[in-house]
């Protein structure tokens, strides 16, 4: 299985609501990436998890929570969204060690009313 | 600290062309440097990567690049492009000496192939 899926395929929120992306991988992957990407432009990494702790938080506003419950299992808790976090969530999985060449998840369009 | 410069935004073909999507980096340590091609409303997916060994790589759907470390460049290439071809590319760069670490990518740049 050389798969990173993501759940929903798409999501509307509106700014009071609290709603989890999730994302999954069984490749014995032990780092695993959340990157937020706007239309037409490359993906920002918001956090790396590495063996299941965080590793890199790149300066992301609160309201963006993430967790990593197993190896396997990474989530990105949203909690009071602004309209500016409508985007496509993007998550990666990579192995530790020589080299990360990182494999990515189709992403969660996520609009925030 | 690095950096990767996609020197061209958006890049026009004619189906059956060759073209050249061009990848500038600049880095105070050694990289790894990735190729990704990204289709509409989906993930990124790797196209080919350089890691050590020949400087001539080549990956999925007919692509190859070239590693040209005296001009830090690494260029994407394809002798004749497909429709099926038209998407978003982006260069990106790994410091060689990390572990679980960032990548940086360039911008992107817009292939698109006219019939």
């Known amino acids: 299985d050389t798969e990173v899926t993501q759940t929903p395929k798409h999501l509307v929120m509106g700014m009071t609501n609290k709603k989890s992306l999730k994302c999954e991988q069984h490749m014995g992957h032990r780092a695993m990436y959340w990157y937020k990407q706007k239309a037409k432009k490359p993906p920002e990494l918001m956090f790396v998890?590495?063996?299941?702790?965080?590793?890199i938080n790149e300066s992301v506003p609160s309201r963006f929570s993430p967790e990593c419950p197993n190896s396997s299992l990474l989530n990105l808790h949203l909690h009071a969204l602004q309209p500016e976090d409508s985007a496509l969530y993007l998550c990666?999985?990579?192995?530790?060690?020589?080299?990360?060449?990182?494999?990515f998840g189709p992403g969660t369009r996520l609009t925030v009313l | 600290a690095q950096s990767v410069t996609q020197l061209d935004s958006q890049v026009p073909v004619f189906e059956e062309a060759p073209v050249e999507l061009r990848c500038n980096y600049s880095s105070s340590v050694s990289v790894y440097l990735f190729w990704y091609v990204q289709y509409p409303n989906q993930g990124l997916q790797l196209l080919l990567k350089?890691?050590?060994?020949?400087?001539l790589v080549k990956g999925i759907n007919g692509f190859e690049a070239e590693f040209n470390k005296s001009q830090t460049s690494f260029h994407l290439r394809k002798p004749s492009v497909h429709i099926s071809d038209t998407a978003e590319y982006f260069c990106a760069v790994i410091p060689r000496d990390t572990n679980a670490g960032k990548s940086t990518f360039g911008d992107g740049t817009t292939l698109t192939v006219k019939p």
């Open positions: 998890y590495s063996y299941e702790k965080l590793s």
């Open positions: 350089y890691l050590s060994g020949s400087t």
């Open positions: 990666a999985s990579s192995q530790e060690g020589v080299y990360n060449e990182q494999f």
